[in-house]
């Protein structure tokens, strides 16, 4: 294990990979097919060793390369994983081979998409393993080019308004969290994670802005906020949180399903990433100023969102609101450890509570999302591109394995116990409630509409008299049913277990509530 | 420990393991499904029965528990466990036995059923999870398998699923009992952040115990009201939904629309009770209070008052309905008011009793009703029954012992067990209208029963009149196979006897429960308010049936289409009965109206604010690129050519000055020295 780096290695596969499916798979779609495949799961196995490795106590960065690279910047190349950043490696590597399994209604310029589909994970990889601002952003956005042409070229009908949509949105947030971040730098003359989170606890951060921004009549206090706000912005459009949501149902509905897939599964997982490697580390002391108003934020993105699902037709639409609703528990949970407690030990576990529950859902929620959007495209493929709630009506009779691996999903997704969701959500939940009772009292109502939407889905579309339209559709083939196996076995693994993931996050967790007592 | 104490999770996972191979098994094998479900429910049963045994052997009042760990969070571990004390004990014998008897009868109710197999393994399922909350030593995992049953009531409630009301009804049961799952899950969040622990004993450390009851009860929350009573409030909350009390009580009903053997097992036995058997399992909380010697708290009042209000109101609907399940269904309603009533008056004993007891005659009755709707080719209409009592005759007799236990007739089960709340009610210190809701909520019981028992089993069959309406070709009601009498003969049974558990002179029941041995002697009786109440009621189901008998017995209707006896004596007060006092249209206008309109807002708000400022925003945007754009064009590149324009016609200017004739450059030079000079000349003149 030292003799390789990992962790550059692992970035490296699905590169390599990139670059392998375009020129070999140049003339054979299939051959290109079966090379993503290839090294998706190569970078799974690489990431399953690296989990092997990994020492589940220890809670702080592992298998870490620091090279210097530009000294006079304060660039270095330093990579690191802890249990987050294990947890979202491992989310990734499941999710693309998943995705691509999904890509099976894609029939032109294919060595293209799946080599595209590549240098996401490649930048997913990267983002989740980079500790300098430097080269964490260029894999940030290194994620967000081929995102824009996978939307752009093999999306519906709108599909060109969507990507765009998608892009400048993105873009816009990226732009402020880079502003911020140069701030940042020609104050403390810091790009690393790490050293500006140290200086935060310590108080430095706050006077090195004092002193570097003096000229101006603006408080360092005032200038903190402003900056926090610029890398807020990067991250809540990236989650998103209401208000910044907007291109979201679009982008998740005109994309294909296997991108689909890929956003809502490991892309909208960066935002939350980003909260918790840098924002929360690095503005603790800014993010607590306007804490209440985040929480409210929180809700506000639970309880609409929720609600805005329960007003769609299409199935991709209303998936992609309930999307946003799962990831504003997260919210909830991030914005509630904000709670000063001082030294209470007592707190101080609902903390960890909170944290590990946010983490838990991260992993769940882009597993069972996945899946979700798995099972539209399985039903797009059968009904010829129709999705919406009312085009179907008693599939069950028809396909009833369909309907029953599928309701295992949606139950998933409802929260119910013994699948993956619940125990993410009664982790927040618990840990929210001492730290921010009335905001977490609200938003249980998001769970009481996620119900709402998602047997609505089961009724309209499974049960009923058979639309005599889809009398002979097919149920699930063999092979897909093999395919979909692993991720409801897994389901149905972490709501029982969930120990299994905990156990390497809860050290992680227990060093950043350590961290957030300044 | 014991080593049924250790090997208790067995009674649950046994079918939880059916339930996951038949879910695996091929559509069509029935036999095996069946096979493995029986098989397995009766070594449930058998485990049950051991650990009763070794309960009543052993009679201590401290529960023996097994607690593990589940996950880590911060360096505390979550744990949970499972239980063994009396509560435990009763509970699961009358689960797994009530689920055994709906198993053998589902083999003959279903046998025509092409999802036979999918039916057994949702039941099995559900046995499993309902085995499971009763065994849990933790809020948390009784939660957990709270909603799994819940999922399962689902599943089978909506079995018939090509039936757009089953599909309605399934989504309406899972949604409403949802909501109070919602205050439950806070309250338990709460309760977690308050003890530090949601298990229920842990060796003086679990939250049902001393130390953090008392710690709970001195505690104020901001409105004054103690935290003990806010959490007791919102877990109780949490029951109303899943026992249907008033105002949640909509789901139930509705829920009938699943295959009968459900509506026994789950929909009045067993899942319905799940609420009541929760206040019994935190009694603790509920009945906490701090220091002051007052007679009730005000979680208990609560849990009285909503009992004794659907123990009424659900009765008087049932008054006014036709179909014969869904007489049953309002009936399980207000006896389950009846259970909530004695909890917050007497006890956990006394509410406990009337669960097990109607779980014995409430399910014989569903699977009575069954029997007659298999009989009468799926036939659920009272009006179109009648003469029954000839040609089914087990199911008759079986009925009659069903109804009259729920009734309240002497010495039937239902008797002691009502008896034992309508006493408690009437000791109660707070107010006497419980005690007298209940005593009127016991008329109407036993006129509505006499009521549909007349209709069913009395006077001439009507089956054949309804004919031309279309119901096929005419067929004569036939008894049902002994596959399916056989259960109902052995619930019958214990429709009759299991009463004697818990009469005042042998108070086996109350004693069982508190661990102590109990005593037999005819003095219960003597005790104050015992033979009073005892008599009074007695008096009521008299009138009851007798009332009911003198409108529908001995006069029945004469044709399917006959109106109603009530309905020609009190056509108003009877329309807003058969219309269920309206609450459903009630919802309908308001929270489901509310709901609607608020999700349209949402996506108003989405497509048009948030949306709109992004609109507005990129339009800014296009706007100052346009603007910059014909800067450009106009300012900038205008100015630019006409810059370029003076610069080269300058150029053209000064170029016919260079033309390269030398002679010119001479004449210039020639001039410029000529001014040069005259310019010094002038100069140095002055």
């Known amino acids: ?518 | 420990m014991a080593w049924i104490v250790r090997h208790l999770w067995l009674i649950p996972v046994l079918p939880a393991l059916a339930a996951g191979l038949t879910a695996l098994a091929k559509q069509r094998s029935r036999r095996f499904a069946a096979t493995l479900a029986i098989g397995t429910m009766s070594l449930s049963l058998l485990l049950s029965v051991c650990a009763f045994v070794h309960v009543l052997r052993g009679g201590s009042t401290s529960p023996e528990i097994v607690n593990f760990r589940w996950l880590q969070y911060g360096d505390t571990w979550l744990r949970l466990g499972w239980m063994l004390n009396p509560l435990t004990a009763v509970m699961l014998m009358m689960v797994s036995l009530v689920s055994l008897m709906v198993f053998v009868y589902s083999v003959g109710y279903m046998a025509h059923d092409n999802n036979f197999t999918r039916f057994f393994c949702f039941l099995s399922l559900f046995a499993a999870a309902m085995l499971g909350l009763v065994i849990a030593n933790s809020l948390l995992l009784l939660f957990m398998c709270w909603e799994l049953v819940g999922l399962t009531s689902y599943l089978l409630i909506g079995f018939w699923y090509h039936k757009p009301a089953a599909a309605a009804a399934a989504k309406k049961a899972f949604i409403t009992t949802r909501i109070g799952d919602l205050a439950f899950l806070i309250g338990m969040v709460w309760l977690y952040s308050q003890a530090g622990t949601l298990l229920f004993y842990n060796h003086g450390a679990g939250c049902m115990e001393g130390s953090a009851l008392l710690h709970l009860a001195a505690q104020t929350t901001s409105v004054g009201m103690a935290v003990s009573t806010g959490i007791a409030l919102l877990i109780f909350a949490g029951a109303m939904g899943k026992s249907g009390q008033v105002p949640l009580h909509v789901w139930l009903p509705d829920a009938m629309e699943g295959p009968t053997p459900v509506s026994a097992l789950i929909h009045a036995a067993t899942m319905v009770a799940a609420g009541v058997f929760l206040v019994a399992r935190v009694f603790p909380l509920m009945s906490v209070h701090a220091g002051l010697a007052i007679s009730a708290t005000t979680a208990l009042q609560a849990v009285t008052w909503i009992g004794a209000i659907t123990a009424v109101f659900a009765a008087l609907i049932a008054v006014a309905q036709d179909d014969i399940k869904r007489i049953l269904a309002y009936s399980t309603i207000s006896q389950l008011g009846y259970m909530m009533l004695g909890l917050g008056v007497g006890g956990v004993a006394v509410g406990m009793f009337h669960l097990i007891t109607h779980a014995f005659f409430k399910s014989l009755l569903f699977l009575g009703a069954g029997s007659v709707i298999h009989g009468c080719h799926e036939e659920q209409d009272i009006r179109r029954m009648g003469g029954l009592r000839k040609l089914m005759p087990i199911t008759f007799a079986t009925y009659g012992i069903g109804m009259l236990a729920l009734c309240g007739f002497p010495l039937f089960s239902g008797f002691w067990s009502k008896d034992a709340i309508l006493h408690a009610a009437s000791g109660w210190g707070i107010s006497r209208t419980p005690f007298y809701l209940g005593a009127f909520g016991a008329l109407l019981t036993a006129f509505y029963m006499t009521r549909q028992v007349c209709y069913v089993f009395f006077g001439e069959s009507r089956l054949a009149a309804s004919e031309h309406q279309g119901h096929g070709a005419p067929q004569t009601p036939h008894e049902s196979p002994s596959v399916m009498t056989a259960p109902l003969t052995l619930l019958a049974v214990f429709a009759l006897l299991l009463g004697l558990l818990g009469t005042p002179a042998w108070p086996w029941f109350d004693a069982f429960l508190s661990g102590v041995p109990a005593s037999f002697s005819f003095a219960g009786f003597l005790e104050h308010g015992v033979l009073p109440v005892m008599l009074s009621s007695t008096v009521i189901v008299f009138a009851g049936l007798g009332v009911g008998w003198w409108l529908y017995g001995h006069r029945p209707a004469p044709n399917a289409d006959a109106p109603d006896v009530l309905e020609t004596m009190q056509p108003q007060a009877f329309h807003l009965l058969r219309r269920k006092f309206f609450v459903d249209e009630l919802y309908q206008a308001t929270f489901i109206r509310w709901n609607t309109w608020f999700a349209r807002v949402s996506n108003w708000l989405d497509r048009w604010i948030w949306g709109g400022a992004v609109w507005i925003t990129s339009h800014v945007v296009l706007g100052l690129s346009w603007l910059a754009r014909s800067t450009d064009t106009h300012v900038v590149n205008t100015g630019f050519d006409e810059g370029c324009q003076t610069v080269s016609s300058g150029g053209r200017l000064l170029s016919r000055v260079q033309n390269g004739s030398a002679q010119s450059y001479l004449r210039l030079l020639g001039a410029a020295f000529a001014l040069l000079v005259l310019f010094l000349l002038w100069s140095g003149v002055r």
């Open chain 1, 1 to 518: 294990m030292n003799l390789l780096p990992p962790i550059s290695l692992l970035t490296v596969v699905p590169l390599v990979g990139a670059l392998a499916v375009l020129t070999l798979g140049r003339r054979d779609s299939r051959m290109a097919r079966t090379l993503a495949f290839a090294f998706a799961f190569l970078a799974l196995a690489v990431v399953v060793v690296l989990w092997h490795w990994f020492n589940p106590t220890a809670g702080g960065l592992q298998f870490e390369e620091v090279h210097a690279w530009i000294p006079a910047l304060g660039v270095e190349y330093h990579v690191g994983i802890d249990g987050l950043g294990l947890l979202m490696l491992l989310l990734s590597a499941i999710v693309v081979p998943m995705a691509m399994a999904a890509s099976s209604r894609i029939v032109e310029r294919v060595p293209l998409y799946f080599s595209l589909m590549l240098m996401l994970e490649a930048g997913l990889f990267g983002t989740f393993t980079a500790l300098n601002f430097f080269h964490w952003f260029l894999f940030w956005e290194l994620s967000l080019i081929p995102a824009f042409f996978l939307i752009r070229l093999w999306g519906g009908v709108q599909r060109a308004a969507a990507a765009t949509q998608f892009f400048i949105y993105t873009m816009v947030g990226s732009v402020a969290l880079l502003l911020a971040f140069l701030a940042l730098f020609l104050c403390t003359g810091k790009f690393d994670f790490m050293d500006l989170a140290t200086l935060a606890q310590s108080g430095q951060l706050l006077s090195s802005l004092a002193s570097g921004f003096a000229l101006h009549s603006l408080t360092a206090g005032k200038v903190g906020l402003l900056l926090c706000f610029g890398a807020f912005l990067g991250f809540a459009v990236k989650v998103p949180l209401i208000p910044f949501h907007t291109w979201l149902p679009n982008a998740y509905a005109e994309a294909p399903a296997g991108v689909t897939m890929l956003l809502t599964g490991t892309m909208s997982k960066m935002g939350v990433y980003g909260f918790l490697r840098i924002l929360l580390p690095i503005f603790y002391a800014q993010l607590r100023e306007v804490r209440t108003g985040l929480l409210w934020l929180a809700v506000a993105t639970i309880v609409l969102s929720a609600y805005a699902a329960l007003a769609q037709k299409d199935l991709k639409r209303i998936f992609a609101y309930s999307s946003i609703n799962h990831l504003g528990y997260c919210m909830l949970g991030i914005f509630s450890v904000l709670k000063w407690t001082g030294d209470n030990p007592a707190l101080g576990v609902e903390k960890a509570a909170a944290l590990n529950g946010v983490f838990l859902q991260m992993f769940n929620h882009g597993l069972t999302a996945a899946t979700l959007f798995w099972f539209v495209a399985l039903l797009e493929k059968r009904s010829g591109g129709l999705r919406g709630l009312d085009d179907f009506g008693g599939l069950r009779k028809v396909a009833p394995v369909f309907c029953g691996m599928m309701g295992i999903a949606l139950f998933s997704s409802l929260g119910l116990p013994g699948l993956n969701e619940f125990v993410g959500e009664f982790l927040i939940f618990k840990g929210t409630f001492p730290l921010a009772s009335w905001p977490t009292s609200v938003s249980t109502l998001g769970l009481l509409l996620t119900a709402i939407f998602i047997l609505t889905i089961l009724q309209r579309v499974f049960s009923g008299p058979l639309n005599s339209k889809w009398a002979g559709m097919h149920d699930l083939t063999l092979s897909e049913r093999i395919a979909l196996a692993p991720p409801l076995v897994l389901m149905f693994v972490l709501g029982v277990y969930p120990q299994l993931v905990l156990g390497f996050t809860n050290s992680t967790v227990m060093q950043l509530v350590r961290h957030l007592r300044f």
